[in-house]
């Protein structure tokens, strides 16, 4: 009897001790089987490479938008599934015609062409011209330090931080907040990358119109007009533009896989695309990825406990559009008190480990699936992340108090610097990464779904106020008028 007694205090010691090794050991096989049917059979940069052939750009709104959901929809039906679904939305989207910049001393009418592109929801028509003042990265205490001189003026604003250890950035959508605020009548962004690269994207915090004209100016152009400021201040700018605003049809695509329970766990990435390249990277490299992790938990028969929706958003570049309306879909019918676990894969490659966006209580977790990872592929590092942002399609469900998981990967500088420019294209993809991301987010999302229990679940209204400000997002949300708790 002592000697039985000795056994089992014996193997409660290991199994305590030991951490989550039987889970580990549980989770072994099915991501050797994940592992072995993506390397044997990922078609992830294989339709990628088609979609941006026969496609090209990915633009909610426009027949090529179109054309993807209708892709996307017809690639998840050929993987087996049956329950694969359009959600249309209607709403007011924003598409680029002409612009122009130029540039000249203020006391000249010698103007010089600068190349511009136009930075999405500008007005439909501008023509704006007043005196350049240089807000250098334009977070707030820059244009604080100069509060009398940017009223009546157009700012001079780098869109990523220069000469400014440990500041946190903000999105070009909040420094377009920032200088309308201080009534600014024009925003010229400067980009980062070096190459004479023109980058696009959004300059609405709403994905409303916003009322001044913001257009962006390549990192060369930027430096020049700098240097000329030095030289010959004041210098005058010139904007004029011509858009168009119109209501636009789009549809999210969602393929579900039933599980054993009502609850779900959501992975999600954007289709669409800016139309200045293919959008091979931004977020073609995520959506692919979506639907290839789909395709292969179709090919092994995978029967979750949680009900796993495979999301294709459109309109995220527009305003997070897609992932706003599916969200107000959930909270109407009450499916969001459903929602276990959202999942957003934008631009992730080649993953090194995950991010827990800032719930604690999931990092032991993440951290072990992540040791039963290792046992199937030796090579991943298994580096955790906690920290949550904003600016993609997690946002709507991490404001409804979500739990939010993200995939920590790495794109050389080579490919970041085409980010919404007109070099996004297909020869920027990486086909191991790209079958690295699918390989690596099926294993996280199969324990995401099959866990017997999570340990956190959906934050109550002041919980998740709480959480916000505690991530340092509440003045960011403020300035995209996305903050909904008062002071």
């Known amino acids: 009897m002592k000697k039985i007694v000795q056994v089992i205090l014996s193997v409660c010691f290991l199994f305590v001790f030991s951490g989550f090794k039987p889970r580990e050991k549980k989770w072994e096989k099915p991501f050797s089987r994940l592992d072995s049917e993506i390397r044997k059979n990922s078609k992830a940069y294989e339709t990628l490479g088609d979609a941006t052939k026969t496609i090209g750009h990915r633009l909610t709104g426009s027949s090529n938008g179109a054309k993807a959901e209708e892709y996307a929809f017809k690639l998840l039906k050929s993987y087996g599934f049956s329950d694969v679904v359009y959600q249309p939305f209607e709403v007011e989207a924003w598409m680029r015609d002409t612009v122009t910049l130029s540039i000249a001393p203020g006391n000249s009418d010698n103007f010089r062409d600068v190349d511009v592109v136009a930075l999405a929801h500008s007005p439909v028509d501008s023509k704006v011209q007043g005196e350049i003042v240089d807000v250098g990265n334009g977070l707030p205490e820059d244009f604080e330090a100069i509060k009398d001189k940017v009223k009546g003026r157009v700012v001079l604003a780098n869109i990523g931080l220069k000469d400014a250890p440990g500041k946190k950035n903000l999105h070009r959508s909040e420094k377009t907040a920032l200088a309308i605020q201080y009534g600014a009548t024009g925003i010229i962004m400067v980009n980062g990358a070096p190459g004479n690269i023109l980058l696009t994207g959004t300059a609405s915090v709403t994905g409303a119109i916003i009322s001044i004209p913001a257009v962006c100016i390549s990192s060369e152009s930027g430096d020049e007009v700098r240097k000329w400021l030095r030289e010959e201040a004041p210098l005058e700018a010139n904007i004029d533009m011509h858009n168009i605003s119109k209501p636009i049809k789009a549809r999210n695509v969602i393929a579900t ?45 995978v029967k979750p406990e949680r009900t796993i929706q495979f999301v294709l958003f459109m309109g995220e570049e527009q305003g997070l559009l897609g992932s706003k309306h599916f969200v107000e879909q959930l909270k109407k019918t009450g499916g969001i008190n459903k929602v276990s676990y959202m999942m957003n894969l934008d631009m992730t490659n080649d993953p090194s480990g995950a991010n827990a966006f800032g719930r604690d209580d999931m990092t032991e977790f993440f951290t072990n699936v992540g040791t039963a990872i290792q046992k199937v592929d030796p090579e991943f590092k298994n580096e955790l992340a906690n920290r949550a942002g904003l600016h993609s399609d997690h946002q709507p469900f991490m404001l409804e108090g979500v739990p939010i998981a993200g995939l920590s990967g790495r794109l050389s500088p080579a490919v970041l610097q085409c980010y919404h420019a007109d070099c996004d294209d297909f020869s920027l993809v990486d086909k191991q990464q790209l079958e690295n991301t699918v390989r690596i987010g099926s294993m996280y999302l199969y324990a995401l779904s099959m866990a017997d229990k999570l340990s956190v679940s959906k934050l109550s209204d002041t919980a998740t106020r709480d959480f916000l400000i505690s991530q340092g997002l509440k003045q960011e949300l403020e300035l995209g008028k996305e903050w909904r708790w008062g002071k």
């Open 257 to 301: 896989l039933k599980g054993n329970s009502d609850e779900k766990v959501i992975i999600g990435g954007h289709l669409d695309s800016w139309d200045l390249a293919t959008g091979a990277i931004d977020n073609g490299i995520g959506s692919f990825a979506v639907m290839d992790i789909a395709r292969a938990f179709r090919s092994l028969k």
